[in-house]
Nanobody
Framework: QVQLVESGGGLVQAGGSLRLSCAAS????????MGWFRQAPGKEREFVAV????????DYADSVKGRFTISRDNAKNTVYLQMNSLKPEDTAVYYC?????????????????WGQGTQVTVSS
Protein backbone atom coordinates (compact mmCIF):
# COMPACT_ATOMS: atom_id res chain seq x y z
CA GLN A 1 0.00 0.00 0.00
CA VAL A 2 1.27 3.45 -0.94
CA GLN A 3 -0.17 6.72 0.28
CA LEU A 4 0.47 9.84 -1.76
CA VAL A 5 0.10 13.41 -0.54
CA GLU A 6 0.44 16.36 -2.94
CA SER A 7 1.35 19.89 -1.96
CA GLY A 8 2.49 23.12 -3.55
CA GLY A 9 -0.61 24.18 -5.43
CA GLY A 10 -1.97 27.70 -5.34
CA LEU A 11 -2.86 30.81 -7.27
CA VAL A 12 -0.33 32.26 -9.69
CA GLN A 13 -0.40 34.78 -12.52
CA ALA A 14 0.10 33.71 -16.10
CA GLY A 15 3.79 33.36 -16.86
CA GLY A 16 4.59 32.43 -13.30
CA SER A 17 5.91 29.21 -11.79
CA LEU A 18 4.92 26.65 -9.19
CA ARG A 19 6.54 23.47 -7.93
CA LEU A 20 4.30 20.63 -6.87
CA SER A 21 5.52 17.92 -4.53
CA CYS A 22 4.12 14.48 -3.88
CA ALA A 23 5.30 12.63 -0.80
CA ALA A 24 4.87 8.87 -0.70
CA SER A 25 4.67 6.57 2.28
CA UNK A 26 6.35 3.20 2.50
CA UNK A 27 9.72 1.77 1.66
CA UNK A 28 8.96 0.72 -1.88
CA UNK A 29 8.78 4.13 -3.56
CA UNK A 30 11.62 3.27 -5.90
CA UNK A 31 9.68 0.33 -7.32
CA UNK A 32 6.96 2.56 -8.78
CA UNK A 33 6.82 4.68 -11.84
CA MET A 34 5.31 8.03 -10.91
CA GLY A 35 2.97 10.22 -12.90
CA TRP A 36 1.22 13.53 -12.72
CA PHE A 37 -2.29 14.03 -14.06
CA ARG A 38 -4.70 16.95 -13.99
CA GLN A 39 -8.41 17.53 -14.24
CA ALA A 40 -10.02 20.84 -15.07
CA PRO A 41 -13.68 21.58 -14.26
CA GLY A 42 -15.97 19.87 -16.73
CA LYS A 43 -13.11 18.02 -18.41
CA GLU A 44 -11.71 14.54 -18.23
CA ARG A 45 -8.56 13.76 -16.34
CA GLU A 46 -5.51 14.04 -18.56
CA PHE A 47 -1.94 12.86 -18.45
CA VAL A 48 0.72 15.47 -17.72
CA ALA A 49 4.05 13.71 -17.10
CA VAL A 50 5.62 10.43 -16.03
CA UNK A 51 9.00 9.43 -14.64
CA UNK A 52 10.50 5.97 -14.49
CA UNK A 53 11.57 4.19 -11.31
CA UNK A 54 15.15 5.35 -11.37
CA UNK A 55 14.32 8.79 -12.66
CA UNK A 56 16.30 8.14 -15.80
CA UNK A 57 13.39 8.53 -18.16
CA UNK A 58 10.60 11.07 -18.48
CA ASP A 59 7.71 11.72 -20.81
CA TYR A 60 5.34 14.66 -21.15
CA ALA A 61 2.07 15.63 -22.69
CA ASP A 62 2.59 17.88 -25.70
CA SER A 63 0.70 20.68 -23.97
CA VAL A 64 3.31 20.97 -21.21
CA LYS A 65 6.50 19.89 -22.98
CA GLY A 66 9.22 22.47 -22.57
CA ARG A 67 7.43 24.17 -19.67
CA PHE A 68 7.04 21.44 -17.05
CA THR A 69 9.71 19.18 -15.56
CA ILE A 70 9.08 16.02 -13.57
CA SER A 71 11.75 14.73 -11.20
CA ARG A 72 12.03 12.44 -8.21
CA ASP A 73 14.17 11.92 -5.14
CA ASN A 74 13.94 8.27 -4.12
CA ALA A 75 15.83 8.94 -0.88
CA LYS A 76 13.05 11.34 0.13
CA ASN A 77 10.18 9.30 -1.35
CA THR A 78 9.10 12.39 -3.27
CA VAL A 79 8.23 13.26 -6.85
CA TYR A 80 8.12 16.84 -8.10
CA LEU A 81 6.52 18.76 -10.92
CA GLN A 82 8.21 22.07 -11.73
CA MET A 83 5.79 24.18 -13.74
CA ASN A 84 7.08 27.25 -15.55
CA SER A 85 5.48 29.70 -17.98
CA LEU A 86 2.08 28.81 -16.62
CA LYS A 87 -1.01 29.56 -18.68
CA PRO A 88 -4.65 29.95 -17.65
CA GLU A 89 -5.40 26.66 -19.41
CA ASP A 90 -3.11 24.90 -16.91
CA THR A 91 -5.72 25.58 -14.22
CA ALA A 92 -6.80 22.23 -12.78
CA VAL A 93 -6.56 19.89 -9.84
CA TYR A 94 -3.23 18.11 -10.14
CA TYR A 95 -2.85 14.52 -8.97
CA CYS A 96 0.19 12.35 -8.53
CA UNK A 97 -0.08 8.62 -9.01
CA UNK A 98 2.04 5.50 -8.69
CA UNK A 99 2.19 2.64 -11.17
CA UNK A 100 3.74 -0.81 -11.19
CA UNK A 101 3.79 -0.61 -14.96
CA UNK A 102 7.02 -0.22 -16.88
CA UNK A 103 8.06 2.48 -19.29
CA UNK A 104 6.15 5.65 -19.99
CA UNK A 105 2.70 4.92 -18.62
CA UNK A 106 0.22 7.53 -19.85
CA UNK A 107 -3.10 5.90 -19.04
CA UNK A 108 -4.64 6.60 -15.67
CA UNK A 109 -6.19 3.14 -15.54
CA UNK A 110 -2.70 1.68 -15.30
CA UNK A 111 -1.94 3.51 -12.08
CA UNK A 112 -2.44 1.76 -8.76
CA UNK A 113 -2.40 4.57 -6.22
CA TRP A 114 -3.54 8.19 -6.31
CA GLY A 115 -3.15 11.25 -4.16
CA GLN A 116 -5.99 13.54 -3.15
CA GLY A 117 -4.97 16.31 -5.53
CA THR A 118 -3.84 19.90 -5.21
CA GLN A 119 -5.48 22.90 -6.88
CA VAL A 120 -3.51 25.02 -9.33
CA THR A 121 -5.14 28.22 -10.53
CA VAL A 122 -3.50 30.45 -13.14
CA SER A 123 -4.97 33.90 -13.56
CA SER A 124 -4.73 35.86 -16.80
Amino acid sequence: QVQLVESGGGLVQAGGSLRLSCAASGRTFGTYGMGWFRQAPGKEREFVAVITRSGGGTDYADSVKGRFTISRDNAKNTVYLQMNSLKPEDTAVYYCAATTGFGYVRYGTQYDYWGQGTQVTVSS
